[in-house]
């Protein structure tokens, strides 16, 4: 079997995309792959400083790179909005959404408004920030909407009648049921997508295994990272076939192709059953539209905007 590697990535001049999280880790290795290629990349990220920092690096890496920073706050349903609005303000197009940003096990904390932070965070802000962004997609030939998901969605579970942790919180759990989410997220998007007749291409990727500042609040993580993660740029490659394979298919799902998915070169990878769950899905984007505000691909769009 042929090894998709970065060499198999197509040139991708006169294309944009937003990275969510660029600053760091699979987001700015997927950066980097993407500038090379010739494409301009915006980096969506909540500090100035360290997106700043990661443009200068870029730089350094491809010195013509077409890099843009603009402050995103995936825990403010505002700062989505602000961000949507500026984006739209500078671009006419849009190929490339690649909502990469992630929270791993923190402490129970909660979003601006309200939202338990990885729910909050990990689904609801890239589903709010998708939404706000569908016009400018659906106004770009083939555009795709990438959605970095996790090994950890197999042991996710939806609990509706406690995504936001008002009864309890386990941080792994919350994890697992946040990266289940964005498994749900995706394959709900191609349907709809599907059924309005759009161009537009919803996939989903995970890392395996890759060592990445994700992980800091688990010291243990940190540690085997030392043993068995792989580094972030073959950790960013499942995301970048995800993002500009041209073989790829709505709803396709990619991972490395090694041990347990864990390290390798990207392929197609199966998904636990409960991300399959069209109920679940369809209940998910409900609760998603309402908690957020953010209608999209349905009957309460008109109003929404």
């Known amino acids: 079997m042929t090894k998709w590697t970065h060499d198999r990535i197509p040139d991708q001049t006169g294309r944009v995309a937003i990275i969510t999280g660029a600053n760091t880790g699979i987001g700015f290795e997927t950066a980097a792959a993407l500038a090379a290629k010739n494409a301009a990349v915006v980096l969506a990220c909540r500090n100035r400083g360290k997106a700043e920092d990661a443009i200068e690096r870029l730089h350094r890496r491809t010195p013509n790179a077409a890099l843009e920073f603009i402050e995103l706050d995936l825990a403010s349903l ?31 904390g909660h979003t601006e408004d309200g ?6 965070c ?103 990272n030392r043993f068995f993660a792989q580094s972030p740029p073959m950790g960013a490659l499942p995301t970048l076939r995800a993002a500009t394979d041209p073989q790829a298919m709505g709803g396709d799902y990619y991972g490395p192709s090694g041990f347990f998915e864990m390290r390798g070169y990207p392929t197609k990878v199966g998904t636990s059953p409960a991300a399959k769950n069209q109920d679940d899905a369809r209940s998910l ?9 953010v209608a999209f691909l349905s009957r309460e769009t008109a109003a929404a905007r």
């Open 78 to 108: 505002t700062s989505i909005r602000s961000f949507a609005v500026r984006y739209a303000d500078g671009h006419d197009r849009l190929d490339l959404l690649i909502n990469n940003a992630g929270v791993m096990i923190p402490p129970l």
């Open 115 to 120: 939202f338990e932070l990885q729910f909050g």
């Open 285 to 293: 984007w409900q609760v998603s539209e309402t908690l957020t505000g």
């Open 122 to 224: 990990n689904h609801l802000g890239h589903f709010a920030l998708t939404g706000r962004l569908m016009d400018l997609l659906e106004a770009t030939p083939d555009s795709r909407v990438v959605n970095v998901a996790s090994m950890a969605h197999r042991y996710g579970a939806m609990d509706f009648d406690n995504l936001n942790a008002e009864k309890r919180y386990d941080k792994m759990k919350a994890y697992g049921q946040s990266k289940l989410a964005n498994l749900l997220f995706t394959f709900e998007l191609q349907r709809r997508l599907k059924q309005s007749g759009s161009t537009i291409m919803a996939t989903a990727a995970h890392p395996g295994w890759t060592g990445t500042d994700l992980q800091r609040h688990s010291a243990f993580i940190m540690l085997a």
